[in-house]
């Protein structure tokens, strides 16, 4: 089976990188030591430029929590349009309620001005407070995956809980593992979870910028 190997990517480098270690395709961000927020329209432009594989936006607008006010929902509802027309293959967002459930109406929204591009949920979905009540809600709306770790720290130690979570979804939609995911643990992963998508920003320890070297020996494992 081909296993879909994603690189989270926060500079134009790393996305060059994730492409030359044969990377399926990457989910262009910024700040990853606020956990990602949305990247710039100038980065979005040269990237989409330089690379043939798909490039996945991730639209979040500050750091903190997933529960957003009108007005920073109109902020991204605009920034996925741009997202769009800059050549995005796919979006990467979500939203919730302050008591950690789904907000069905916010996310909706935001599939709605995703379409037709396929709609990752992010892991918002690690603090969500009922993730199999989430996953009937995002599959009611069309959403093509969600991303995350298994509720865990890391998508290792939620092996467990991904399995669930992808016996659950069945066929509806696609659960991608995210989270401290390195060469070291992947095939221990694949062999407790089905996995067909991998998510990780595949940096050398210590690093801040994807590495084609760690990017090559996932692509190996997958």
Do not use: W
């Amino acid at each position: 089976m081909h296993r879909i190997l994603e690189i989270c990517c926060a500079s134009y480098t790393s996305a060059l990188a994730a492409q030359s270690g044969r990377a399926d395709r990457i989910e262009l961000c910024t700040g990853l030591e606020l956990d990602g927020l949305t990247p710039s329209a100038g980065m979005l432009l040269k990237t989409r430029q330089a690379l043939s594989i798909p490039i996945f936006v991730l639209i979040r607008p500050r750091a903190g929590n997933f529960c957003y006010s009108e007005d920073e929902i109109e902020v991204m509802l605009e920034d996925t349009a741009q997202a769009k027309a800059l050549g995005a293959d796919g979006i990467v967002c979500g939203a919730l309620h302050p008591d950690g459930r789904l907000h069905y109406e916010q996310t909706a929204r935001l599939v709605e001005a995703s379409h037709p591009l396929p709609f990752t949920f992010h892991r918002a979905f690690d603090v969500c407070t009922a993730p199999l009540e989430a996953i009937d809600q995002l599959a009611a709306l069309g959403v093509s995956r969600i991303l995350t770790s298994g509720g865990a720290p890391n998508a290792p130690a939620g092996a467990e809980a991904l399995k669930q979570y992808i016996d659950y979804a069945g066929q509806r939609l696609r659960i991608m593992a995210g989270g401290g995911i390195r060469p070291d643990n992947l095939a221990a992963l694949l062999q407790a979870a089905p996995l067909q998508e991998v998510h990780s920003s595949a940096r050398l320890p210590g690093g801040i910028e994807t590495s084609s070297g760690v990017v090559e020996q996932l692509r190996l494992l997958v």
